[in-house]
């Protein structure tokens, strides 16, 4: 049974620094892309990156020039630097793997930002 569980979230004032963690437990292959989304409170899910197996990266208009998304593919696991952050930042945030047969969601992590 394919697990994805993330790390890093926590409490920050505006204007710092996090790095969440997303690494896969369990038999998963060919992971094509690997993708971060939120959902703030009492909002829908929101896409905010996501990362090729090669390595290409895009990113949603709200967190571009702020977040990085990278992965490492022998770890199984990818990761979010996110800088700079802001209150509106707050949120659940979530990991999606996504394979040629599979998606796999995390259980989420909590990021606060505080003001």
């Known amino acids: 049974q394919v697990q994805l569980v993330e790390s890093g979230g926590g409490v920050v004032q505006a204007g710092g620094s996090l790095r969440l963690s997303c690494a896969a437990s369990?038999?998963?292959?060919?992971?094509?892309?690997m993708e971060w989304h939120r959902q703030a409170p009492g909002k829908q899910r929101v896409f905010l990156a996501q990362?090729?197996?090669?390595?290409?990266?895009s990113y949603a208009d709200s967190v571009k020039g702020r977040f990085t998304i990278s992965r490492d593919n022998t770890k199984n696991t990818v990761y979010l630097q996110m800088s700079s952050l802001k209150p509106e930042d707050t949120a659940v945030y979530y990991c999606?793997?996504?394979?040629?047969?599979?998606?796999?969601w995390g259980q989420g992590t909590q990021v606060t930002v505080s003001s």
């Open positions: 990362i090729t197996r090669g390595g290409t990266s």
């Open positions: 999606r793997f996504v394979t040629f047969s599979q998606n796999y």
């Open positions: 369990g038999s998963i292959f060919n992971i094509n892309v």
